[in-house]
């Protein structure tokens, strides 16, 4: 959800992440005085692009982020920034996956975020 209790937006940041970070957030806040918008990643995903998530993202920086489901051994999100003609694309650790490979098609930026070095492929491939 947007803008929970106890955070604001104003001089805040927008967090885009999954719903168990704004747990951690939430608690965190009780401590320091953060100020944040929250947006789940789960929000993000699909094609429906006129949510509210959406539209609040355009408002505030003039373009679009959307997430897509990645393969992990827990719920994980790729994330697709567009804005004035440059497009990034962000994804953590994930099996091959179909939807960030398109995705990522004509990305002027993609980060890739990996743990596993290849000594480790059993691991990789087993979680």
């Given at each position: 959800?947007v803008?929970?209790?106890g955070?604001?937006?104003?001089?805040?940041?927008?967090?885009?992440?999954?719903?168990?970070?704004?747990?951690?957030?939430?608690?965190?806040?009780?401590?320091?005085?953060?100020?944040?918008?929250?947006i789940?990643c789960q929000?993000?995903?699909?094609?429906?692009?006129?949510n509210?998530?959406?539209?609040?993202?355009?408002?505030?920086?003039?373009?679009?982020?959307r997430a897509?489901?990645?393969?992990?051994?827990?719920?994980?999100?790729?994330?697709?920034?567009?804005?004035?003609g440059?497009?990034?694309?962000?994804s953590?650790?994930?099996?091959?996956?179909?939807?960030?490979?398109?995705?990522?098609?004509?990305?002027?930026?993609?980060?890739?975020?990996?743990?596993?070095?290849?000594?480790?492929?059993?691991?990789?491939?087993s979680?």
């Amino acid at each position: 959800s947007v803008q929970p209790a106890g955070a604001t937006s104003v001089g805040g940041v927008v967090v885009v992440g999954p719903m168990w970070l704004e747990a951690w957030l939430r608690t965190l806040s009780r401590l320091e005085d953060l100020r944040y918008d929250f947006i789940e990643c789960q929000e993000l995903a699909g094609t429906d692009h006129t949510n509210r998530c959406s539209q609040k993202i355009r408002e505030l920086i003039g373009g679009s982020v959307r997430a897509v489901l990645v393969q992990h051994s827990f719920p994980s999100y790729g994330i697709i920034l567009e804005v004035g003609g440059f497009k990034l694309v962000y994804s953590g650790d994930t099996r091959p996956c179909e939807a960030l490979a398109e995705a990522g098609q004509h990305a002027d930026l993609l980060i890739h975020e990996a743990t596993f070095d290849d000594e480790m492929e059993d691991k990789a491939v087993s979680d």
